[in-house]
């Protein structure tokens, strides 16, 4: 006996949906149940694989079909192409994972030019026959022909208008032949063929044509977008027809068993009176809602409210639920897990437990942590229209809509008057940060996901879309082209940086909610997680937010996010400008109680819990103006006759800026090797934390400082790093007699660190995976440069599976994670171990964090919840007894 490859329903189970797909397995679930499902069977998806392999049925499919049609026949009494009571099937598409609308259907197939006249004597309803032939003959030339359906709606349309009938239910039987003629001569015209009037042909055409759907373009890009792997292959349903067009007593119609936008337990959905599935689908006629039926067809309604009790309370999940009424029978066509808001899924959740249907575990994998983004930023309103004019990368999540500024000065300006606006720059710099500040959203057309409008905008909780590269900026003109359209500053445009989409106009916006249910889920959560959650935040505002968040430290505070307000740069720029020790020391003198007013506030917003603070690490060129505007300002002055002493400080300053160029800043001079060079810098910064816990010690707070050396390659400097900490420490401990513990650790972000963390771990009380930086150095990627220019193309030919700078490398960056993490336990086993870039707040790098045995994850403070769910979703799903939380 060769293989099986058709199930009658009776013969599967809800457990089998890797073989008969989501659909097959919940019709023979609900078959099983005793449920008034119509008969039928399920193609595997082991056909559909092996005929995209090949391009024809395995052998034995065919015969497999026609033993289930004979059984479909003896349960129904009908026969399939029979002129006396013809059985009609309906052909479905169903993977496993639920692809709504992806794939490809054909209802009422069986009908010829025979059996239709056959089904017309059995029903008694000669314009009920008609009208399934001419829907049958439009789905199967769409479907399996593949004649343009605008084709036969222009047929159909024309014969509506000429005998004044609004809806298709009204064309009477003599308008229904003539459709059913002129359908018949566009597939003759268009394929040059005969509609097939064998019914098996019929079927055997269907089937391939779903086989088909499954790699159509819609489905491919709907895979992709969902991360729904290719070879899954599509099962085919094929089962008895049932009609909801067969009078005022039928119907059709779509519900779930709870609101899919609140949660609310009710039934929601929408049926139309008098006709087929794909009617309510096409929006044709305005369907009722749900709880109409319970006047118009009281017995059905009822039969359905129980339906709809039983299946959920037997999947214990909100369900979404397919129906059809055939002169007032109540048939159940589809049940599915429901897809929902993020509000809804957090509510359903938590109420699911309180009604004891679910545990708290399960109510924690039943919301996506993705979908959080949702209820923690304002988003689009989805019933708005939108004009989208271009695509960007989203760099942080959220949308807002103002008018369109190009100055930073100009923003900040209308902003204080209370206007909303969108700051548009070619790219911002630490020279923009008031214009950010001032904004509501920010647009670039350079720079990628770490680009300083990136980075400072998902601090800050504003949307951003960087790297829009069909924007041409014209500044002097201040105005910006997409193409022909034209933008001038002041004009409303709407940024989604959830999605990268730019959109002409104001769109309505969904303010965020942390409603108490997503609150008592995250406590649910918290209780089972193995992982700690900390935030990166640089100011004590971002340190309140990450708190109210539920962080439990801050695992990554930027100092060199400090220094780029306007008020300091005069000074940085003093200190790096300075033409001897002396110089600096007076220049860093007056950033050093900026500086501990910094980690004062921080410290104090965060009493109690831990603040890893990361000594500078910048290119110092960053601080000063870019050559080629100084050049142009030092030409300027001498055109226009300056003074000599403006010149000479201008050109000093274009001297210093070449000087401290580099062709590759990001593998130059920053990190731990501004502090080998000018150890000062660190000393200073070092005095400031130390100084601060000390003053908050003294005021009866519990400051917990920790100190991270950036960008360490080697054991060696480690010690030196540590050495020159240290040193600081004790002489802030001897002038104020005030003892502190400060632990010291590094921040790993080099594949030689990994390599080397054995020696590395012995001088670190804890490393801190900085993997936005180890992800470039493993790979050889600028991420601005990969983002923007090829990294999709690897995504789209499979050579990467998903952008490595938004999810973790597992293959080659994990690896060297995880040998660090051995490597550093090893050599101390009281090493601390965790993540703070970007994946700190990716859902599978989370998971992977997890697995890897790392005691923390830090992420953005408006990322927190997110990883606080997918934390404990990783542990439900690969419990981890130890629980090593910093």
């Known amino acids: ?116 006249r056959a089904l017309s004597g059995v029903t008694g309803d000669e314009r009920f026959a008609l009208d399934c032939y001419r829907r049958f003959i439009q789905m199967f030339g769409d479907i399996v022909l593949h004649v343009d359906f605008n084709g036969f709606e222009s047929i159909l349309e024309k014969h509506k208008k000429q005998h004044r009938a609004r809806y298709d239910h009204e064309l009477k039987p003599e308008h229904l032949k003539e459709i059913i003629k002129e359908y018949k001569n566009l597939i003759r015209e268009k394929v040059r063929e005969e509609f097939p009037q064998d019914p098996f042909e019929q079927l055997n055409r269907a089937v391939r044509a779903v086989f088909e759907s499954w790699n159509n373009p819609r489905a491919q890009v709907y895979r992709k977008v969902n991360r729904i792997p290719d070879d899954l292959g599509t099962a085919v349903n094929v089962q008895t027809m049932v009609f909801g067009n067969m009078g005022d007593n039928s119907g059709t119609g779509v519900a779930f068993t709870r609101d899919p936008a609140t949660g609310e337990s009710t039934l929601y959905g929408e049926y139309l009176v008098n006709a087929q599935g794909e009617d309510v689908v096409a929006g044709i006629r305005t369907p009722h809602p749900i709880a109409r039926l319970q006047e118009e067809m009281p017995g059905a309604y009822e039969q359905f409210q129980k339906t709809c009790s039983l299946l959920e309370k037997h999947y214990r999940d909100m369900q979404d639920i397919e129906f059809t009424i055939e002169k007032g029978k109540l048939y159940i066509l589809q049940t599915r897990s429901a897809k929902r808001t993020a509000a809804a899924a957090v509510k359903v959740a938590v109420d699911m437990v309180k009604e004891g249907l679910i545990s708290k575990e399960e109510a924690v994998m039943r919301v996506e942590p993705a979908q959080l983004n949702q209820v923690l930023h304002k988003r689009l309103d989805p019933r708005a229209e939108i004009r989208v004019i271009a695509t960007g990368l989203p760099a942080s999540p959220g949308a807002a809509c103002g008018a369109v500024v190009f100055d930073a000065d100009e923003a900040e300006r209308r902003g204080n008057e209370g206007e909303k606006v969108i700051l548009v720059r070619l790219e911002t710099t630490p020279d923009d940060i ?64 959830s999605t990268g989409k730019v959109i002409m106009g104001a769109v309505p916006l969904i303010s965020p909610e942390l409603g108490e249910e997503l609150r008592l889920l995250l406590r649910w959560a918290d209780e089972i997680r193995k992982l700690g959650v900390l935030a990166n935040a640089d100011t004590p505002d971002d340190a309140r937010r990450a708190r109210d968040f539920g962080a439990e430290g801050i695992g990554l505070c930027r100092t060199e996010h400090m220094f780029m307000s306007q008020d300091r740069l005069p000074i940085v720029q003093r200190m790096i400008l300075a033409r001897s020790a002396e110089e600096r020391g007076e220049a860093l003198a007056k950033l050093l109680p900026v500086q501990q007013e910094d980690f004062y506030g921080i410290l104090k917003a965060m009493d109690g819990l831990p603040v890893i603070i990361r000594l500078l690490d910048p290119p110092l060129h960053e601080f000063l103006p870019k050559v080629e505007e100084l050049a142009v300002e030092v030409n300027t002055l001498k055109l226009s006759g300056g003074a000599s002493e403006e010149i000479a400080a201008k050109e000093e300053l274009l001297k210093k ?68 900490c240290m040193e600081v420490i004790r002489q802030v401990e001897e002038e104020t007699g005030v003892r502190l513990e400060i632990p010291i650790g590094t921040m790993i972000e080099l594949p030689r660190a990994c390599l080397l963390a054995d020696e590395i771990g012995k001088h670190a009380d804890f490393f801190s995976f900085g993997t936005n930086d180890l992800t470039q150095t493993t790979f050889g990627f600028s991420r601005d440069d990969a983002e923007g220019k090829f990294i999709p193309q690897y995504i789209e030919k499979k050579i990467l599976p998903d952008n490595p700078f938004a999810v973790l490398d597992r293959d080659g960056v994990g690896k060297l994670v995880k040998m660090g993490v051995e490597l550093g336990r090893g050599a101390n086993p009281k090493l601390v171990v965790g993540i703070c870039g970007e994946h700190g707040g990716d859902p599978d790098s989370i998971e992977f964090c997890h697995l890897a045995g790392l005691d923390y994850v830090s992420c953005s403070p408006f990322r927190v919840p997110v990883a606080r769910l997918a934390a404990a979703q990783a542990q439900v799903k690969n419990p981890r007894s130890a629980k090593r939380k910093k």
Do not use: W
Not at 71 to 82: A, P
């Open 1 to 116: 006996m060769g293989r099986k490859y058709v199930y009658l329903f009776e013969e599967g189970n809800a457990s089998m949906r890797d073989l008969l797909g989501g659909k097959g397995a919940g019709l023979a679930e609900m078959t099983n149940l005793g449920l008034p499902v119509p008969p039928g069977f399920t193609i595997t998806t082991e056909a559909c694989n092996e005929y995209s392999a090949t391009g024809r049925f395995p052998d034995g499919l065919e015969e497999q079909i026609r033993d289930a049609l004979k059984v479909l026949e003896e349960k129904t009494g009908k026969t399939f192409g029979g002129l006396e009571n013809p059985l009609l099937v309906s052909v479905r598409s169903g993977a496993k994972v639920s692809m709504p609308g992806m794939m490809d259907t054909v209802l009422n197939l069986g009908l010829n030019d025979r059996t239709v």
């Open 434 to 497: 008031h214009g950010v500040v001032a904004a509501q959203g920010v647009l670039t057309s350079r720079g990628g996901m770490t680009s300083h409008a990136a980075v400072v905008a998902r601090g800050m909780g504003k949307p951003c879309v960087c790297g829009c590269e069909a924007l041409s900026i014209d500044y002097r003109e201040k105005r910006m082209t997409v193409g022909d359209l034209v933008i001038g500053e002041g004009d409303l445009i709407t940024i989604d940086g």
């Open 657 to 724: 800026a070449r000087s401290l160029q580099e062709f590759n800043p990001m593998l130059g001079h920053r990190g731990c090797r501004l502090a080998v060079t000018t150890p000062e810098i660190y000393a200073m910064q070092v005095r400031a934390i130390v100084q601060a816990a000390v003053q908050l010690k003294k005021e009866g707070y519990n400051p917990v400082a920790e100190i991270m050396i950036p960008l360490v390659m080697s054991p060696k400097e480690l010690e030196i790093m540590r050495g020159l």
